[in-house]
């Protein structure tokens, strides 16, 4: 079924294989009822791998089983097996299809049945890694939100949440209420109808208050899938946790800039937006450990305090302290100047020469003047090291860890994705899916220079052979020219660090970066110097001080390997996933020049 066409040859064979194994009705209507959903739900299949194909796959089953009574109920027909089939490939056990009900509640029956039972346990097994919507329950005995929206088994029990108020809606003259409850498990909420009778009723009093609420769930007669209702105060339970002040609270339901919320960034974790953020940044952190795992890397935690200037730039943020002496001037606590890290490269080299493959993935500080959407003076950085590797081994571990993580974000974040695709980004989804399943194009730095200064477009920086590609220059060719991901490798050495290994030319060196649509490049790496001589004569040329990497040259004194490595910016990964177009919108809490409040 991987095109509209094989998909109706399948239909076909499958009507007529039916027929043969007694696996169609007896009555010519129905049995003609069936082969019309039969090709439907076959033209489905070319799509069942991506979220918007499974949905218009339920959406088609639910048409179906409203169609009557006689539906899967005497014995099975071909189209049971089909559904069970795109079921399980789908994972719609795992997670029962809540907004479709009727689809739910016949998976419901369907998974009582023995001859399932192996088959979902197995999935069950396949499906570890998938954390959402899987964990019932949080701390403070409650049901989790998420699970609660993706668990129609639920419904008729009465069960626990804990939450923030996003709206609080009286009605009927204050004869009920209807709260919208997160608990930031899911950019969905759970609506909760609470009777006006239930004890401190009256303390509803808006948006941000923090609540407690036993109820029942119920099927719910409006657009989401459930909702509880808290009504009977023998059984029920109403608590407000904390009240919030309607009058001076900053968070209420109108728009607010990205801009504004950063003032307030110890309450911005409650908008929706940065709710989102969060989660997709917590998604890209398990996936990255998870992606270096997978291949046998080593997680090697790299010093913060540092006397080495890996980049060679001098940005850096001095760190001291004086120790008091009984005679004389106060003491430098290192006797020797101190930097916050600008990268863990070059000390987690020292265990790539040791251990083979190996990762680092930490807070990293640039004292850089720059006030741009693209820079932070605190950000995280992720820097692997390969033993033994060349220029294509560390671009094909670049380009695979990339689509691994868009790939995990698709799988895992959907609903977060789906509402910054309707509020920061037109066409997210296409974009990353656009990154999945495209190879990135490779082009040597000559040639993208060619790119540029042949296209028509105007620039505001010029470039010319031996300087940086500027960001415009960056998206023109992957956004423009390539329409895609592409990968630009061999820079003129004079525009690269120190530790990049020359190409016989000695012009260049094998150097590469990653640039992706909207976001321009996104990770930077090389293969690194091995050779002693040449390493000593990039660190004269650079004008860096040799003694301060004594330990770094003696790598290739004692067993030098070829190795190489690359370096991505976290925050980079996160506004390439979410759209979202300034730096200080995907960390917690921003630092950069005159702000490091919080």
């Given at each position: 079924?991987?095109?509209?066409?094989?998909s109706?040859?399948?239909?076909?064979?499958?009507?007529?294989?039916?027929?043969?194994?007694?696996?169609?009705?007896?009555?010519s209507?129905?049995?003609?009822?069936?082969?019309?959903?039969l090709?439907?739900?076959?033209?489905?299949?070319p799509?069942?791998?991506?979220p918007?194909?499974?949905?218009?796959?339920?959406?088609?089953?639910?048409?179906?089983?409203?169609?009557?009574?006689w539906?899967?109920?005497?014995?099975?027909?071909?189209?049971?097996l089909?559904?069970?089939?795109?079921?399980?490939l789908?994972?719609?056990?795992?997670?029962?299809p809540?907004?479709?009900?009727?689809?739910?509640?016949?998976?419901?029956?369907?998974?009582?049945?023995?001859?399932?039972?192996?088959?979902?346990?197995?999935?069950?097994?396949?499906?570890?890694?998938?954390?959402?919507?899987?964990?019932?329950?949080?701390?403070?005995?409650?049901?989790?939100?998420?699970?609660?929206?993706?668990?129609?088994?639920?419904?008729?029990?009465?069960?626990?949440?804990?939450?923030?108020?996003?709206?609080?809606?009286?009605?009927?003259?204050?004869?009920?209420?209807?709260?919208?409850?997160?608990?930031?498990?899911?950019?969905?909420?759970?609506?909760?109808?609470?009777?006006g009778?239930?004890?401190?009723?009256?303390?509803?009093?808006?948006?941000g208050?923090?609540l407690?609420?036993?109820?029942?769930?119920?099927?719910?007669?409006?657009?989401?899938?459930?909702?509880m209702?808290?009504?009977?105060?023998?059984?029920?339970?109403?608590?407000?946790?904390?009240?919030?002040?309607?009058?001076?609270?900053?968070?209420?339901?109108?728009?607010?800039?990205?801009?504004?919320?950063?003032?307030?960034a110890h309450l911005?974790?409650?908008?929706?937006?940065?709710?989102?953020?969060?989660?997709?940044?917590?998604?890209?952190?398990?996936?990255?450990?998870?992606?270096?795992?997978?291949?046998?890397?080593?997680?090697v935690?790299?010093?913060?305090?540092?006397?080495?200037?890996?980049?060679?730039?001098?940005?850096?943020?001095?760190?001291?302290?004086?120790?008091?002496?009984?005679?004389?001037?106060?003491?430098d606590?290192?006797?020797?100047?101190?930097?916050?890290?600008?990268?863990?490269q070059?000390?987690?080299?020292?265990?790539?020469?040791?251990?083979?493959?190996?990762?680092?993935?930490?807070?990293?500080?640039?004292?850089?003047?720059?006030?741009?959407?693209?820079?932070?003076?605190?950000?995280?950085?992720?820097?692997?090291?390969?033993?033994?590797?060349?220029?294509?081994?560390?671009?094909e571990?670049?380009?695979?860890?990339?689509?691994?993580?868009?790939?995990?974000?698709?799988?895992?974040?959907?609903?977060d994705?789906?509402?910054?695709?309707?509020?920061?980004?037109?066409?997210?989804?296409?974009?990353?899916?656009?990154?999945?399943?495209?190879?990135?194009?490779?082009?040597?730095?000559t040639?993208?220079?060619?790119?540029?200064?042949?296209?028509?477009k105007?620039?505001?920086?010029?470039?010319?052979?031996?300087?940086?590609?500027?960001?415009?220059?960056?998206?023109?060719?992957?956004?423009?020219v390539?329409?895609?991901?592409?990968?630009?490798?061999?820079?003129?050495?004079v525009?690269?660090?120190?530790?990049?290994?020359?190409?016989?030319?000695?012009?260049?060196?094998?150097?590469?970066?990653?640039?992706?649509?909207?976001?321009?490049?996104?990770?930077?790496?090389?293969?690194?110097?091995?050779?002693?001589?040449?390493?000593?004569?990039?660190?004269?040329?650079?004008?860096?001080?040799?003694?301060?990497?004594?330990?770094?040259?003696?790598?290739?004194?004692?067993?030098?390997?070829?190795?190489?490595g690359?370096?991505?910016?976290?925050?980079?990964?996160?506004?390439?996933?979410?759209?979202?177009e300034?730096?200080?919108?995907?960390?917690?809490?921003?630092?950069?020049p005159?702000?490091?409040?919080f």
């Amino acid at each position: 079924c991987s095109s509209l066409s094989n998909s109706q040859l399948v239909a076909a064979n499958a009507k007529y294989m039916a027929r043969e194994a007694s696996l169609m009705p007896d009555s010519s209507l129905q049995q003609a009822q069936v082969i019309q959903f039969l090709h439907s739900l076959c033209g489905c299949m070319p799509f069942i791998s991506s979220p918007e194909g499974l949905e218009h796959f339920c959406s088609t089953c639910d048409k179906l089983l409203s169609q009557g009574s006689w539906a899967f109920e005497e014995r099975l027909t071909i189209l049971d097996l089909l559904i069970v089939a795109v079921a399980l490939l789908g994972g719609l056990f795992k997670k029962l299809p809540a907004s479709h009900k009727k689809l739910a509640k016949y998976l419901r029956g369907m998974k009582q049945a023995q001859f399932l039972s192996d088959e979902l346990e197995h999935q069950e097994e396949e499906s570890s890694d998938n954390k959402h919507f899987t964990i019932p329950f949080g701390t403070g005995a409650r049901y989790r939100v998420d699970y609660v929206l993706s668990s129609p088994e639920l419904i008729g029990q009465v069960i626990t949440v804990k939450g923030w108020a996003k709206t609080v809606r009286k009605q009927g003259g204050g004869a009920f209420a209807f709260v919208e409850l997160n608990d930031g498990s899911n950019i969905k909420n759970l609506q909760i109808v609470i009777d006006g009778k239930m004890p401190n009723f009256e303390l509803l009093q808006g948006t941000g208050i923090s609540l407690s609420c036993k109820g029942k769930l119920v099927d719910s007669p409006g657009s989401q899938s459930v909702e509880m209702q808290v009504k009977d105060p023998s059984e029920h339970e109403l608590v407000v946790a904390g009240l919030c002040d309607q009058a001076s609270f900053p968070i209420q339901k109108k728009g607010l800039s990205l801009e504004f919320l950063r003032s307030i960034a110890h309450l911005r974790p409650r908008t929706n937006i940065i709710g989102c953020v969060s989660r997709v940044r917590n998604a890209m952190s398990f996936a990255t450990h998870n992606f270096f795992n997978s291949r046998g890397f080593l997680y090697v935690h790299t010093p913060i305090l540092t006397a080495s200037d890996c980049e060679g730039a001098g940005e850096m943020f001095t760190v001291t302290s004086k120790i008091p002496q009984k005679e004389g001037p106060p003491k430098d606590f290192f006797n020797k100047p101190a930097f916050l890290t600008v990268s863990g490269q070059l000390a987690v080299e020292n265990y790539c020469c040791a251990l083979s493959d190996v990762y680092t993935f930490g807070p990293t500080f640039r004292a850089e003047n720059s006030h741009t959407s693209r820079h932070l003076a605190e950000f995280w950085m992720i820097e692997p090291e390969m033993a033994w590797a060349g220029l294509e081994e560390n671009m094909e571990c670049a380009e695979s860890y990339l689509k691994y993580c868009i790939k995990y974000a698709l799988d895992n974040c959907y609903d977060d994705l789906e509402f910054l695709e309707k509020f920061v980004e037109k066409g997210l989804v296409s974009r990353l899916r656009n990154v999945l399943e495209s190879p990135f194009k490779r082009i040597t730095y000559t040639e993208a220079v060619e790119i540029v200064t042949k296209a028509k477009k105007k620039f505001e920086s010029k470039v010319t052979w031996g300087s940086d590609l500027q960001s415009e220059h960056e998206r023109y060719i992957c956004e423009e020219v390539i329409k895609g991901p592409v990968i630009v490798y061999n820079y003129p050495k004079v525009l690269k660090a120190f530790y990049m290994k020359q190409n016989d030319t000695e012009e260049t060196v094998q150097a590469m970066d990653i640039l992706v649509p909207k976001i321009g490049e996104v990770i930077g790496g090389s293969v690194r110097e091995d050779r002693l001589e040449k390493l000593d004569e990039m660190i004269e040329t650079k004008e860096l001080d040799k003694e301060s990497y004594w330990w770094y040259r003696d790598l290739r004194k004692y067993g030098s390997v070829p190795h190489a490595g690359f370096g991505l910016g976290f925050e980079r990964l996160i506004m390439m996933v979410t759209g979202v177009e300034n730096i200080r919108d995907v960390i917690p809490y921003p630092r950069w020049p005159g702000h490091a409040e919080f």
